[in-house]
């Protein structure tokens, strides 16, 4: 049996601003390129569900969007938010993202920025994939502070459209049995490779529902659509076995702790610091891979953070090589050599990149090398 599961973040980019930014908190907003006041030219990248409601979403012209919050202001309601957006942060929020949910299934892919599939059929049934649903929608709560929509299904294109069943926050199961019932009265819109031309020739030929297309004959379809008429059908009837795609490879793997309360007492560290080291090697010892390069980052009461890195020279995957890398570069964080100010920290993080598939011995090149967290 084939179980897939389809996780998508809700308004994703809009999201991680609300997040980052808390005077944005419960107002409308909308991320996009500037509206420079009605008069900008470019397009809504997405808005929030607040904004949604004001009738706004994505790819509709910034103008459109800056008319719509005058009128909702008019109308006494709050004055949508306008970001022009930091896609690094994004990038770096799904990675997050999808570092630790591709750990959760037996092969994962990506299928934009903000959105993938995991093959979970291991579990080996429903109930398991559900429970596994909710957990990794409470583990991007708790480590994100963001929501995402869950589908399950038994392929990939059921999966994906029951993610968006119950937008936002939603958790979908839809079984093998349930699949024809949960597709017949949904728009063809729904379906992969049915975009806006291909649903004004259906709504022509009198065909608006997924039951209506269902009705169609394969020939009829092919006659009128091509090879895409065969694929049509197919999907109508809930098939679809294009596999999960398990060539993505996480590019680094890592962990990081918040202290309770602000530290500077090594002895509070060493046994986080090996608890994280234990679990990044664990991580790349199941996807057979050793890591070059130990990454240590810091951050100091004041939020300030810092990272350094050291390369190996052989390359490794024991949780003894992490740990021991991760106490040297955080030892200076604890007097004046990286830490003049003597600031107690509140997070240190620990993670190991640079992946390559055998352990052979590589040529030094860089030691120290700051850089953001
Ligand atoms: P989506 O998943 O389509 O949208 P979303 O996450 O904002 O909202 P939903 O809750 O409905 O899933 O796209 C993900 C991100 O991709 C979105 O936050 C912004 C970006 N995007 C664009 O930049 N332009 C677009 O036209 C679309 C559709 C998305
Ligand atoms: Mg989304």
């Known amino acids: 049996m084939r179980i897939i599961l389809h996780l998508d973040m809700d308004a994703f980019f809009a999201s991680v601003e609300e997040r ?11 991320v996009g390129s500037d509206p420079a006041a009605g008069k900008g030219r470019g397009v809504v990248s997405t808005a929030n569900y607040l904004a949604r409601a004001y009738g706004i979403k994505s790819a509709m012209p910034i103008s459109r969007a800056w008319d719509l919050s005058q009128q909702a202001k008019k109308a006494g309601k709050p004055e949508v938010a306008f970001m022009g957006g930091s896609y690094s942060q994004y990038a770096k929020v799904s990675r997050e993202i999808f570092n630790y949910v591709a750990t959760k299934g037996d092969a994962f892919e990506p299928a934009s920025v903000d959105e993938a599939y995991l093959d979970v059929s291991s579990l080996g049934s429903y109930e398991a994939a559900k429970k596994l649903g909710s957990e990794i929608k409470d583990w991007v709560k708790q480590h994100q502070q963001l929501t995402c929509s869950v589908g399950i299904g038994p392929n990939k294109m059921i999966a994906k459209i029951a993610a968006g069943e119950d937008k936002p926050d939603g958790l979908t199961v839809v079984r093998d049995e349930a699949v024809q019932a949960f597709l017949d ?6 379906l992969m490779g049915i975009g806006p031309k291909s649903e004004v020739q259906l709504n022509k030929l009198g065909i608006k529902t997924i039951r209506e297309l269902r009705d169609q004959s394969k020939e009829f379809l092919i ?4 090879k895409h008429g065969e694929g049509m059908y197919r999907q109508a009837r809930g098939i679809s076995d294009s596999p999960v795609d398990a060539t993505w490879e996480a590019k680094s793997v890592g962990r990081h702790y918040t202290f309770d309360v602000d530290t500077l007492d090594g002895s509070q560290m060493m046994p986080v610091l090996r608890d994280m080291a234990k679990e990044i090697a664990a991580e790349v010892v199941r996807d057979k891979k050793w890591f070059r390069t130990v990454v240590f980052t810091a951050r100091f009461s004041n939020f300030q953070t810092q990272t350094r890195s050291h390369t190996l020279d052989t390359p490794a995957q024991d949780p003894g090589t992490l740990e021991t890398e991760g106490l040297k570069l955080l030892l200076p964080f604890l007097d004046s050599r990286e830490n003049p100010k003597r600031l107690k920290l509140r997070l240190i993080g620990l993670r190991a990149e640079k992946f390559v598939e055998q352990q052979k011995t590589i040529k030094k090149k860089e030691a120290q090398q700051p850089g953001l967290f």
Do not use: A, N
Not at 185 to 190: G, H, I, L, M, Q
Not at 223 to 226: K, M, N, S
């Open 20 to 30: 980052d930014h808390p005077r944005l908190k419960g107002l409308p907003i909308v």
């Open 185 to 190: 009265p949904k728009s063809v819109r729904e």
């Open 223 to 226: 006659e009128h659509f091509g």
